[in-house]
């Protein structure tokens, strides 16, 4: 049985950092798509990143490109997602989804939410003063 556990979320002051993890247990991830998406309020799920396990490519949204950065660790089967200079807009609840399969032709953001299958819980950031 797969399970994907995110943790790491939390309150933090705007231009703060915050670490993000997603440990994933019931399969080992060597050929498969992981990916950060955070949900506002009354919104679906938008791609934040992701990370093809197959050969560690990485893709970030516009938004965070710079600020925030996608890694795993191979030993623990987990990915984390590393925020620095947050701001207040990115306040949400961040979710680790995962898709079997390797990465050949990124369609966008909402074509990979719809091929994720597995999911996790959530975790909640606030940036805030």
């Known amino acids: 049985q797969v399970q994907v556990v995110e943790s790491g979320g939390g309150l933090v002051q705007p231009g703060g950092s915050l670490r993000l993890s997603c440990a994933v247990s019931g399969m080992r991830l060597y050929y498969h798509v992981v990916a950060w998406f955070r949900q506002f309020p009354g919104k679906e799920r938008e791609g934040v990143t992701l990370?093809?396990?197959?050969?560690?490519?990485?893709l970030y949204e516009d938004s965070v490109n710079g600020r925030f950065t996608v890694s795993r660790d191979t030993t623990k089967n987990t990915v984390y997602l590393q925020m620095t200079d947050l701001r207040p807009e990115d306040t949400a609840v961040y979710y680790c989804?995962?898709?079997?399969?390797?990465?050949?032709?990124?369609?966008?953001?909402?074509?990979?939410?719809?091929?994720?299958?597995?999911w996790g819980e959530g975790t909640l950031v606030t940036v805030s003063s």
């Open positions: 989804g995962i898709m079997p399969g390797n990465l050949v032709r990124f369609a966008g953001w909402d074509t990979l939410r719809h091929g994720m299958k597995y």
């Open positions: 990370i093809n396990t197959s050969d560690n490519r990485t």
